[in-house]
């Protein structure tokens, strides 16, 4: 159980263009997912906090403009990266909190999405 | 801010040898978690720790939680190839609203 899906798994964009990455909870609801950008050799920076049915809330330093978070569903939640630059090229993992879970905060996550940007 | 410092950032160790990597927050943790990541892949959850001076065993890994709630530690027994990846711990305060806060990790390397 408590399996979260992300897709695209890898993803090459044009500069100046937008990207949208899935994050699915598939056998469990989340009522909370967590977005998390991670570069080579480094640990995981937590971008944004998503709550279903609510504005999702940034950690400081991410532009919400350019990373626009949707949780529109129990079980998905967006993250689009609009108007792309090479700097944005990265690893983009989501989270998802089980909110049956046995044990308390314990996220789950996915598989991660490579997003170059050219 | 909350902050979660973990060393070392490399370990390199011989096939059978012992690893272990520590976490230190200056400010008491509610909660401490420890993931794997493998090379390439995710981070997956191996443990919670809640009680002061908690100790819990997975076969060869030991995780301790220190008595003020403000270090933990995870030791690998006799490292074998499948222990390779980085091991993150992950803290968790009263007031974090489920947010994990990272420690920078430690990568097991196993020497050929």
């Known amino acids: 159980g408590a399996v979260v899906s992300q897709h695209p798994s890898r993803v090459i964009c044009k500069s100046g263009t937008s990207v949208k990455i899935e994050c699915r909870s598939l056998?469990?609801?989340?009522?909370?997912m967590f977005w998390y950008r991670q570069f080579p050799k480094q640990s995981l920076m937590l971008m944004a906090t998503?709550?279903?049915?609510?504005?999702?809330?940034?950690e400081q330093g991410v532009e919400k403009d350019k990373f626009l978070i949707n949780h529109a569903s129990l079980t998905l939640s967006t993250l689009t990266v609009t108007s792309a630059h090479p700097e944005d090229s990265s690893f983009y993992i989501c989270?998802?909190?089980?909110?049956?879970?046995?044990?308390?905060?314990?996220?789950?996550f996915g598989p991660g999405t490579r997003l170059t940007v050219t | 801010g909350q902050q979660v410092m973990q060393i070392p950032q490399y370990q390199h160790v011989q096939e059978g040898e012992d690893f272990t990597t520590y976490c230190n927050s200056s400010?008491?943790?509610?909660?401490i978690q420890w993931y794997k990541q493998r090379p390439g892949g995710h981070p997956v959850f191996l443990i919670q720790?809640?009680?002061s001076g908690e100790v819990k065993k997975q076969k060869r890994l030991t995780f301790q939680f220190g008595e003020a709630k403000k270090n933990s530690s995870l030791h690998i027994t006799a490292t074998q190839t499948t222990d390779v990846g980085t091991y993150f711990c992950?803290?968790?305060?009263?007031?974090?609203?489920?947010?994990?806060?990272w420690g920078a990790g430690t990568k097991l390397i196993i020497k050929p």
């Open positions: 989270s998802a909190r089980d909110i049956r879970g046995s044990i308390a905060y314990e996220q789950y």
């Open positions: 056998d469990f609801q989340a009522t909370t």
């Open positions: 998503s709550n279903e049915g609510s504005k999702a809330t940034y």
């Open positions: 400010t008491t943790l509610s909660n």
């Open positions: 720790l809640v009680k």
């Open positions: 992950a803290g968790i305060w009263e007031d974090s609203n489920y947010q994990l806060i």
